[in-house]
């Protein structure tokens, strides 16, 4: 679906007009609507992990504690856990806070593990890493819908953009916002969204199998002989 159609699908549920356009749209419930369809679009993109807006970021190292621009332009949330410094196979640990940050360079005494801090456009590196070196993270973009020519987008264009997320959740999410900011009865349409929302993020990905022994942290996991299960005569 595009924008038009998701607009036009709303206004049948609310019982609105069904708009010819939306992005140039005057008429000011559609301008409403729109409005409503970017909050949603910004909102829906902080739920969760979604697969689709997953990204990888990699680049190559400066010889110096500050490389330079390194972080996306199109930066939702970082993903936890998945920096890592591919030419000597270590992990990054961090971001440090700023007072932890400070406080190392006040006494000139850094771990020896790599760590990481961010500032403004710049990630923070220490120990200094050599030059050349590749390093590489996992990002949630922020780029919910695009363009008919597929181009990432964090708003709402043209009439003719279409989501990246799922189209029905804005839908769903569009009219409780709606309804909220008409002063109608919201709290059935609302329910609804959160279910349809929490069973998407849900079903978005496999899952790995959690045990009450404890987590499988591969990191932890040593050579050894598998024996595979049966009954084996002796």
Not at 194 to 199: D, I, Y
């Amino acid at each position: 679906m595009t924008l038009l159609t998701v607009i036009a699908n709303v206004c049948r549920r609310v019982g609105e007009p069904v708009p010819n356009v939306v992005y140039t749209a005057t008429d000011p419930t559609v301008t409403q609507l729109l409005s409503l369809a970017n909050e949603e679009g910004t909102e829906l993109m902080k739920m969760g992990d979604w697969r689709a807006l997953r990204k990888e970021k990699t680049f190559t190292t400066l010889a110096q504690e500050t490389q330079t621009a390194m972080v996306p332009t199109d930066l939702g949330y970082w993903i936890d856990e998945t920096f890592w410094n591919r030419s000597s196979r270590r992990p990054l640990y961090g971001p440090v806070s700023s007072a932890q940050w400070q406080a190392w360079k006040a006494f000139n005494t850094f771990p020896i593990m790599d760590v990481f801090y961010m500032r403004g456009a710049d990630i923070l590196v220490n120990p200094v890493p050599a030059a050349g070196q590749t390093y590489a993270f996992e990002y949630t973009s922020n780029l919910w819908c695009q363009s008919n020519a597929s181009v990432g987008q964090s708003e709402w264009l043209a009439d003719t953009d279409t989501g990246v997320l799922s189209e029905r959740l804005m839908t769903l999410g569009i009219i409780w916002r709606y309804k909220q900011a008409r002063g109608l009865a919201f709290d059935d349409d609302y329910q609804l969204y959160e279910l349809q929302t929490r069973e998407a993020l849900a079903q978005d990905s496999p899952r790995s199998t959690h045990s009450m022994a404890g987590p499988m942290d591969w990191r932890r996991m040593r050579p050894g002989i598998v024996i595979s299960e049966g009954s084996w005569p002796v």
